[in-house]
Every structure is written in C-alpha cells, then in structure tokens.
C-alpha cells in the first residue's frame, strides 16, 4: 500500500497540476496534502499561518503527509516545505518519490507577484530565490528521480513522470 508516486518541490513547481495529469493517464485518484489539511482545519494553509503559525502548521503537514502515505494509493503531492521535517524525510523512504525541479524565473512566473502564499510575503522574487536555495538540496537527497519543469508544458511533464516511475 502506498501511492503509486509522490510528487515535491517548491511552489511553483506543478505538482498539483502534473499530478493531476499523471493520476488521469494512471485511472488513480490524486490528492494533495495541503488539501487535506485545509479540508480538515476548514480554512486555507494562509489563515492556518496567520492565525496559529508555521509551527502549528508544520505538525498538521506531518500528519497528513503520514496519514495519506498510509491510506492513499494514487499520486500524491506534498506541500513545498512538507520534506523539511526530518521524520517526514524518514517515512519518504521506499516510496516513489520524484522532485519537479522548477528555476526561480518559472517559480516565479507561475506564482504570480500577488500571491497569497505566507512564506511570500515582502519581496516575493528574493524569498522566492531563498526557499530554492533553502530546500533544493533537501528535495534532490529525498527524491528517487528529478523531472525538470522550466519552460515545460505540464503534460509533457506528466509524460516524464510516468517514464520515470514506470
């Protein structure tokens, strides 16, 4: 049991919209951890922020990441900073995992500079940079495979994919 793969990478990468792609050519369900935990605390991953934290939304983020790698046997996309926990890090391990690597330019364009994503807020560009920065590293050590997205449409994407894990 277990999803048939998992897609990470920053925001901005596709996975939602790749995923969803890749779950229709497969005949599976898709789900996407932030989803799950909007859908569970009845408001979005930004109110969960502004309201109670990153802390607190860290614990909700490792929960459900455990939750749906348990129960879900489709695709299955992490939220962008999902793969910074050590312990989500450890349970990644033996799954399918491929990271949607996307430049700053792409992430960027894809985002949109009036975006209502917390970690965003101020210079939207230059926090952008840093979390690439900050987390390219850890995605390419937690994947299995990395597909590139810049400049990419998402179902040649999804084609990639679904070579990968095939």
């Not at 990153?54 to 459900?64: L, P």
Request: net charge negative; charged share 30%.
């Amino acid at each position: 049991m277990g999803p048939r793969v998992v897609l990470i990478g920053a925001m901005g990468a596709g996975k939602t919209t790749v995923g969803e792609r890749v779950a229709e050519r497969l005949g599976l369900d898709f789900r996407d951890t932030d989803h799950d935990i909007e859908e569970a605390e009845g408001r979005s991953v930004s109110e969960i922020f502004v309201d109670s934290g990153e802390d607190y939304f860290r614990e909700r983020e490792q929960a459900a990441v455990a939750a749906a790698l348990d129960t879900h046997d489709g695709v299955l996309a992490l939220g962008g900073g999902a793969v910074l926990a050590a312990a989500t890090q450890e349970i990644l391990q033996g799954h399918p995992v491929v990271f949607l690597r996307v430049g700053l330019s792409d992430a960027a364009r894809r985002v949109g500079l009036g975006t209502s994503r917390p970690l965003l807020l101020g210079n939207i560009r230059s926090r952008l940079k840093q979390l690439l920065d900050e987390r390219t590293p850890i995605y390419e050590a937690v994947a299995s495979w990395v597909v590139e997205t810049d400049g990419r449409d998402p179902g040649d994407v999804a084609d990639d994919v679904l070579e990968v894990i095939s």
